[in-house]
């Protein structure tokens, strides 16, 4: 039984593969089109003379992997992110 159970599954990966294969590299030309286009949609922006400024919290999103408090001072802490974020604080956070 488990033989066939595995069988199904590995088949079933397999089919799943050749179904969607990986997407092929976009080419420099489609790049520096973009880029271009970009450029231009940022130079004739409506707010690309207002000045933006991050007020917090500044959080990075994804898996937290990694908590390190400071243990004379609770409030001071690290968090370690899976996508290789660091967030330091020491006002808990505020």
Known sequence: MKIRTLLCVGVSVFAFAKAYPQQ????????????????TAAQSS?????????????????????LAVNPDMPSEFYVGYASGGLWYTNNNGT
Do not use: C, W, Y
Request: proline letters at 8%; glycine letters at 6%; zero cysteines.
């Open 46 to 66: 409506l707010v690309k003379n207002l000045p933006f400024e991050n007020i917090g919290p500044s959080v990075m999103s994804g898996r937290v992997v990694d």
């Open 24 to 39: 092929p590299a976009t080419s420099a030309s489609q790049v520096q089109q973009a880029l271009t286009q970009k450029r």
